[in-house]
């Protein structure tokens, strides 16, 4: 007896749409696989705040041991993260104040596609563990000014950022307790303190592997959103 027509059609459309749909994800996923190779990360921050660190890391597999100081320096690398298939060109931007005034950071900020902000936390942070508040005044300005210029170019265009405090393993009991809030140290009244509330920000010691891991993770999660 011949078998009906009609489930031979069904079973035959069902098969061409499994293989259609098979066919339109793999196109899919490589497409959103180019994507990311083409995708760029600044790193952005004062000086000795974990930058040249964490590149290095991604280069060498090691943090970096011996500091120089970069005026207008610009070191990048295409980084290629075997575990998760993502690679991504990412950028080492010197942080003395001459490239900030020089609006090199602000041309860096337009062509990359997400921005790491690095400082140092255990000189940012307040430590109420003395019998004075401790506070280095001359570097928590550096940063703010960072915060604001930031936040200034976030209005122009809006791009994923990361605030990363490093140094964790310098800073007292006090203040990894203050740290675990970055806005709860910060002036309300300032024009950039609503920015800093909206973007995720880590607190991290950039000599463990496990903190760089915890940082590329945050990366990932950016990259592709």
Known sequence: MPLPIIPIVIIAAGGGLG????IWFNRRRRKMEEELKNKKVMMFGP?????????TWLKEGKPCVEYIISNFAIKSYHYKDLENN??????DMGGAEESLAAGVGERLYKDNDIILFFFDAAK?????SNTRMLTDESYISHVNVRFEALSQWYKEEVKPILMIGT????????????GESLVSVMDKTKDYYQFVCRHKFVLVNLMKKADVSTVLKHIIELLKN
């Open 19 to 22: 293989i259609g749909g098979y």
């Open 47 to 55: 000086c000795k705040s974990g930058k040249t660190t964490f590149y």
């Open 86 to 91: 993502i690679e991504y060109i990412i950028s």
């Open 124 to 128: 940012y942070f307040p430590d109420y």
């Open 167 to 178: 140094h964790r393993d310098d800073m007292t009991r006090s203040q990894i307790q203050n």
